[in-house]
């Protein structure tokens, strides 16, 4: 019998990318102003089951965007998890690492759009609450030169420290994007893992939450001098700044108009990693997940973007100029 983990990594290329953590079937209802009164129904125009999820997302747009790129998650054997899968099948992750069990459902989100854009949020625990590092082998990790947590701080059963310490004794990139933490552990979650996080991305109101400091450019030293090699702060409308300890990097945000930003941050994280697996130089990196990032917002979902051709043209209509410090 082959060695498991001698196959995972003869399958490891330049290109590839192993996103881990949540993927969750989202029922999108819209317009939806009030809720029916008790017994009565409602009509609404448009009603959708699409996957979601910050792990889900990001290796979606990834995968449009040309990357190799497997994702490993945990649903349900459920209606919900066929839509779900059979969405992401037509952006071409590869799915072989999506796990299912008849014993927990997929996670799952009803979301309510007004007819002015607002968002409401009904969301059912499943899969995604149960994910441990038991469902991740070494072959799996070994398969893949970067690896990727998204939505890490909702992934309660993920032991992050456990399972970084891992991935960088196979020679992985790796980096966590953090999310909102419901639950309130925040750095409680995040200390072990930080020494081994080549790349930690997170929002400006979550960069405050870990660090204790308002600014982001404070909030983000900080959290490099917690152990994190690089720091990237997505800052919506006002763009997104890197920090390592060798440089600091600002960019503005591209120009576009906005329908939608549920995706944006998963989306800019694809298109960084996807300047990084390409080893492009750090301010190009940036202009690829900032250029992500805005274009999803042009539509529902992540649906704007449909292939790298698209950044390319979002970059070169509207040159920016990156703010650097050494």
């Known amino acids: 019998m082959p060695d498991a983990a001698a196959e995972g990594a003869q399958t490891k290329t330049a290109m590839s990318v192993l996103c881990i953590g949540q993927l969750v079937a989202d029922v999108v209802v819209r317009p939806v102003d009030a809720l029916p009164h008790p017994g009565r129904t409602n009509l609404a125009e448009d009603l959708q089951v ?56 997929t996670s799952a989100v009803i979301v309510l759009i007004s007819s002015t854009g607002e968002r409401s949020f009904i969301y059912r625990y499943g899969g995604n609450e149960v994910l441990s590092n038991r469902h991740l ?66 929002n400006q109101e979550e960069a405050a939450m870990l660090a204790g400091k308002e600014d982001p450019r404070q909030a983000a030293r900080e959290l490099l001098a917690r152990g994190a090699q690089v720091v990237i702060v997505k800052r919506g409308e006002h763009g997104s700044m890197l920090c390592s300890r060798a440089v600091e990097i600002e960019l503005p945000a591209y120009r576009v108009e906005v329908r939608d930003t549920t995706c944006a941050g998963d989306s800019f994280v694809a298109g960084f990693l996807l300047g990084l697996s390409r080893s492009s130089p750090l301010e190009e990196v940036m202009k690829l997940g900032n250029a992500a990032g805005a274009l999803c917002t042009t539509q529902l979902s992540h649906r704007g973007i449909t292939s790298l051709a698209d950044l390319d043209q979002l970059i070169k209509t509207q040159a920016i100029l990156a703010t650097t410090q050494a």
């Open 50 to 105: 699409y996957s979601g999820g910050c792990a889900a997302n990001t290796a979606a747009v990834l995968a449009k965007l040309g990357a190799e790129v497997r994702l490993a998650s945990l649903i349900g054997q459920d209606v919900l998890g066929d839509a779900a899968l059979a969405d992401l099948k037509q952006t071409g992750v590869r799915l072989d690492a999506v796990m299912r069990e008849s014993s927990n459902p």
């Open 137 to 202: 082998s070494d072959a799996l990790l070994q398969s893949s030169r970067i690896i990727h947590v998204g939505g890490a701080l909702k992934m309660l059963h993920l032991d992050l420290e456990e399972l970084f310490a891992r991935a960088k004794s196979f020679g992985a990139i790796t980096s966590l994007d953090t999310d909102w933490d419901p639950n309130g552990f925040w750095m409680k979650r995040l200390r072990g893992a930080l020494p081994n996080t080549d790349y930690l991305f997170t």
